[in-house]
Nanobody, 126 residues
Framework: QVQLVESGGGLVQAGGSLRLSCVAS????????MGWFRQAPGKEREFVAA????????YYADAVKGRFTISRDNSLNTVDLQMNSLKPEDTAVYSC???????????????????WGQGTQVTVSS
């Protein structure tokens, strides 16, 4: 059983930056691909970014490409999301998620992830 805990959310003005962090426990972190998803009020959960178990390949939603960077440190059991040039439309609850590296899933599809954190609120004011 993997437990995920996010931190780093908050209120920021448009154009600002935030760094989200997710720390994992209860499993071998390098056995999991990791993803970040977000959900705004009244909207469906959407993919933000993902990183494979080794950190060697990353994926981004078009809406955040060039502004957000996902990274991981397998020695610290953490996956981070650096968010720059934030926009009001980035306002949402951001959650990290984990899926086994042996699972054949599409990393941009939230339905494939097994473990989820509780989420952290990001609010971008205009």
């Amino acid at each position: 059983q993997v437990q995920l805990v996010e931190s780093g959310g908050g209120l920021v003005q448009a154009g600002g930056s935030l760094r989200l962090s997710c720390v994992a426990s209860g499993g071998t972190f390098s056995n999991y691909h990791m993803g970040w998803f977000r959900q705004a009020p009244g909207k469906e959960r959407e993919f933000v970014a993902a990183i494979i178990w080794s950190g060697g390949i990353t994926y981004y939603a078009d809406a955040v490409k060039g502004r957000f960077t996902i990274s991981r440190d397998n020695s610290l059991n953490t996956v981070d999301l650096q968010m720059n040039s934030l926009k009001p439309e980035d306002t949402a609850v951001y959650s990290c998620a984990a899926v086994s590296r042996i699972s054949r899933v599409v990393l941009s599809d939230y339905r494939g992830y097994r473990y989820w954190g509780q989420g952290t609120q990001v609010t971008v004011s205009s």
